[in-house]
């Protein structure tokens, strides 16, 4: 029994060195090919130094714009630099508070487009919509801007105005919205009460999963809707553009009584299955409608995703927006950053619903006219009463026994 192991072995080394020898070559081979390549880049560099016609231009300018023409060459939207001031925005944004105007930014159909307004923002007051298509920003085509110049130009100083060219519809004309910047505070959850006092259906809005806090909110609203005797839940999903991987899983986590979360496929196609974690607060076993719409996208399709596969609940609404890339951000050496797309998520029974989005198991639409009278009337107030996919939602929950 031990002599065909050590043949087997030996074959193995003959084989491994004639691999690494070729791969040796191969490598050496490559190398000089790279070399060439980026010394194109090194040539154009030192031309610009010496023969541009404004003598004055920075490196770091040069380098930044090499390093985003690197990226846009990628045709992926979400792996983008971000300079140094761009990046320390981030890190505010990320913890709750920045200035601008409230609209979470996707690309759709190569189209810079609205994810979602966020709520109670200068956006959603002007009544930005999911799905608006932003032609121009101050005058600006957007025709081959990245997402971080488009949030650059949007962001600025709180009282100043940004105008943008909206193209709501294909039939319909263009449409200018000039909004006043203003310091937005995002809070995961918005709204939290009891719809239903004698059913004690309760029901949550939450807005984002971009907070730290994300996980920690949304379990201080479902306690405290607990201590009324929560019987059923309402979680509002709708123009959530998404956020923190980790949130989504930790707030599927409260859901779920355990299994698959998400799963990630890298570069190689490498399978990294996430699990519900351990959490503080659970609420794994009463009836959950999770609302959905063309806004809830990343984040949000985790969460609902989870949900649906695992059969915790149903899901109404419309089709989600379908952005189902994971990026991570690597900070680099003068305090810029690049956010780099390394993973695709499936949902836990594997769909892949990139650009595609995630189906209710009942989809209501909102009538047009509705959306029309909203957007018409200044005066406007949400009602619940007129919110047709809440109201299915109750009626649902109401009739389960």
Do not use: C
């Amino acid at each position: 029994m031990s002599r065909p192991k050590k043949i087997k072995l030996s074959t193995a080394v003959i084989f491994g060195a004639v691999a690494f020898a070729l791969g040796f070559s191969i490598q050496i081979l490559t190398a000089a090919r790279s070399e060439a390549t980026w010394g194109l880049l090194y040539q154009v560099l030192g031309i610009v130094r010496t023969q541009y016609i404004e003598p004055e231009v920075k490196d770091d300018k040069l380098i930044y714009g090499s390093i985003r023409g690197m990226l846009r060459s990628l045709e992926d939207p979400y792996t983008r630099f971000v300079d140094p001031e761009g990046y320390e925005e981030m890190q505010t944004h990320l913890n709750g508070n920045f200035a601008g105007v409230g609209i979470q930014l996707g690309m759709k159909d190569e189209a810079l487009t609205v994810i979602a307004p966020i709520e109670d923002t200068p956006a959603e007051k002007a009544g930005l919509k999911s799905g608006d298509k932003i032609l121009e920003i101050n005058g600006k085509s957007t025709e081959d801007m990245s997402l971080d110049q488009a949030v650059s130009l949007i962001r600025g100083t709180k009282g100043t105005k940004v105008k943008l060219l909206i193209l709501r519809t294909v039939n319909e004309k263009p449409k200018e919205y000039v909004l006043v910047r203003d310091n937005i505070k995002i809070k995961s959850v918005s709204r939290k009460k009891m719809l239903d006092a004698e059913k004690k259906i309760g029901y949550i809005m939450l807005n984002t999963f971009e907070s730290k806090q994300t996980y920690s909110e949304m379990a201080d609203a479902l306690e405290e809707l607990d201590k009324q005797g929560l019987q059923s839940l309402i979680l509002d999903l709708r123009n959530n553009g998404g956020g923190l991987l980790d949130e989504a899983i930790a707030i599927s986590s409260i859901f779920l009584p355990g299994g698959e979360v998400v799963h990630t496929v890298d570069r190689y196609g490498n399978k990294e299955t996430f699990q519900t974690v351990s959490v503080d607060y659970q609420w794994p076993d009463k009836p959950l409608v999770v609302l959905i719409n063309g806004g809830s996208a990343s984040a949000s399709e985790i969460l609902a995703g989870a949900v649906a596969d695992n059969k915790r609940g149903a899901l109404i609404g419309t089709q989600s927006f379908g952005k189902a890339s994971v990026q991570n951000i690597r900070p680099l050496s003068d305090g810029s950053a690049i956010l780099v797309t390394v993973a695709k998520y499936l949902t836990p029974d594997g769909k892949d619903i990139n650009k595609v989005g995630i189906s209710p198991n009942y989809v209501v639409e909102i009538p047009t006219a509705s959306i029309e009278a909203a957007l018409k009337d200044p005066n406007y107030k949400y009602s619940e009463d007129k919110d047709d996919q809440l109201q299915y939602a109750l009626k649902y929950l109401r009739n389960l026994k």
